[in-house]
């Protein structure tokens, strides 16, 4: 038995043997094409509709959405998302598709939304049949959040919104879209609300969205322009110029350290593929067959012992970030929401880079085959994540502002100039 199952209670034991039952009973169609690493990743209708499908699917049985009310569309359990995420990952399922809608717009329409709009917004969301988007960063506004400018002005009884948004994951795919922005130009935070705004169907027609095309050769993100779209007061959540402190529930999901639990939990970043045991490509574990596998001097890498023995640092270092659940059972170390799961977002997504690095150095000259090169080691999987991995340090926030974080806010220290 599992450290995880000797603490369920007695429901929880009883749905985790039901998500045991029913994925071992499922049958996961073959994808007509390679999947992409992560969520943020996705491509091609085909990728999306596959899916889709299986978010569906998991819904329709109970598996998404678990502890959230009956009438918004959950399943009214409690604490059990994450026996469902444990066990979807256990039977290495793929991952759910509507990540920043699970992870962020999920939990803060359910704080912030007014009756009515979550009943309308979250069954759709949880189902997957509509997918969303996250419109904060702009050029101007990044770490610097506040800064946003995209701007609704109020006419007759419509919101009139104008401006432009940047690397919008998934944005190419949504039909709803999280939107902070700004409704006063002279208050810089209190100047700031928040809403959820149509960007796909009729009501979205003004909006334009422009993928915009990564080193890896993927289209991940995008930009997003706003010309004239209305939108009625029923979108915004809580008060106007209440968007900061409506900010701040989704980007403490986001960091992995909201009280919803989501099957993105842990920081979207991790894109919800599935690999906090390091076991798929981009995971320490995974390097053992890459090194096995990767020809050294008429042996393998793995015969190396300077490999081998920086494997085994790659290996402690996953295992030690692991750790970050224990450590919130430590009663010291949850002063702070953020501390916990700041500092596992921080560590991971460093290791994921050395990782990546590491992978490169035991390829080889053989690194420089890419996907889609029959000849390329893991089918090239490993150098596309290696790419993709610098971008989980600056998402959902830069290292550097996470470390401004835990000085400032968790551990006291002087602010920063
Ligand atoms: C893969 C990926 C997916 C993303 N998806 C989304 C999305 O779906 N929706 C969305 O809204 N945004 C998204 N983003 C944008 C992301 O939130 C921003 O890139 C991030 O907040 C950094 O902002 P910026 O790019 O404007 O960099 P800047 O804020 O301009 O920062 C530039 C550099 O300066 C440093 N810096 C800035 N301020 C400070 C400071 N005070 N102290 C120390 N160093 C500082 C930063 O650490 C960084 O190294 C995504 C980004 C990536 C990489």
């Known amino acids: 038995m599992s450290e995880d199952q000797k603490k369920d209670t007695p429901e929880q034991a009883d749905f985790r043997a039901y998500c045991r039952d029913w994925l071992s009973k499922h049958e996961t169609k073959t994808p007509s094409s390679r999947l992409p690493q992560s969520a943020i990743e996705i491509m091609h209708t085909d990728q999306m509709e596959y899916l889709r499908e299986w978010q569906y699917e998991a819904y329709q049985a109970g598996l998404v959405g678990c502890d959230y009310p009956v009438e918004e569309g959950g399943a009214g359990r409690k604490d059990c998302q994450l026996i469902a995420n444990q066990e979807m990952q256990a039977a290495n399922k793929p991952f759910l598709p509507n990540i920043l809608?699970?992870?962020?717009?999920?939990?803060?329409?359910?704080?912030?939304?007014?009756?009515g709009v979550k009943e309308n917004l979250l069954p759709r969301l949880f189902s997957c049949e509509d997918v969303w988007c996250q419109g904060f960063s702009e050029p101007g506004a990044g770490s610097d959040l506040a800064n946003v400018q995209t701007f609704a002005e109020k006419k007759g009884d419509k919101w009139v919104i104008n401006g432009h948004k940047v690397w919008t994951s998934l944005a190419h795919f949504a039909d709803w879209m999280i939107l902070l922005l700004r409704t006063d130009k002279s208050e810089k935070y209190d100047g700031l609300s928040y809403f959820v705004v149509p960007i796909k169907s009729e009501l979205g027609k003004s909006v334009e969205v422009r993928p915009l095309i990564k080193i890896t050769g993927e289209t991940g993100f995008n930009e997003v322009f706003f010309e004239n779209l209305e939108v009625t007061e029923?979108?915004?959540?809580?008060?106007?110029?209440?968007?900061?402190?409506?900010a701040q529930t989704t980007l403490l999901h986001e960091r992995g350290a909201g009280p919803m639990v989501t099957p993105s939990s842990g920081g979207a970043t991790s894109g919800g593929s599935g690999n906090q045991e390091g076991l798929s490509v981009g995971g320490a574990y995974s390097l053992i067959n890459l090194a096995k596998a990767s020809p050294?001097?008429?042996?393998?890498?793995?015969?190396?012992?300077?490999?081998?023995?920086?494997?085994?640092?790659?290996?402690?270092?996953?295992?030690?970030?692991?750790?970050?659940?224990?450590?919130?059972?430590?009663?010291?170390?949850?002063?702070?929401?953020?501390?916990?799961?700041?500092?596992?977002?921080?560590?991971?997504?460093?290791?994921?880079?050395?990782?990546?690095?590491?992978?490169?150095?035991?390829?080889?000259?053989?690194?420089?085959?890419?996907?889609n090169d029959e000849n390329a080691p893991v089918g090239g999987e490993w150098p596309l994540a290696y790419?993709?991995?610098?971008?989980?340090?600056?998402?959902?926030?830069?290292?550097?502002?996470?470390?401004?974080?835990?000085?400032?806010?968790?551990?006291?220290?002087?602010?920063?100039?």
């Open 234 to 246: 029923d979108y915004l959540l809580e008060d106007l110029g209440k968007g900061w402190q409506v």
């Open 296 to 371: 050294r001097n008429g042996r393998t890498a793995a015969d190396d012992p300077v490999m081998r023995d920086k494997i085994m640092e790659m290996i402690i270092r996953q295992e030690g970030s692991k750790q970050g659940a224990r450590r919130a059972r430590v009663e010291g170390l949850c002063d702070h929401p953020m501390r916990i799961p700041l500092q596992s977002k921080l560590v991971m997504s460093e290791i994921r880079q050395d990782c990546g690095a590491l992978a490169m150095e035991i390829e080889g000259a053989a690194s420089t085959l890419y996907i």
């Open 387 to 417: 790419m993709n991995s610098y971008g989980v340090t600056i998402a959902a926030g830069t290292s550097e502002i996470q470390r401004n974080i835990l000085g400032e806010r968790v551990l006291g220290m002087a602010k920063s100039k």
């Open 101 to 115: 809608g699970l992870g962020m717009a999920a939990p803060t329409i359910h704080f912030h939304g007014k009756q």
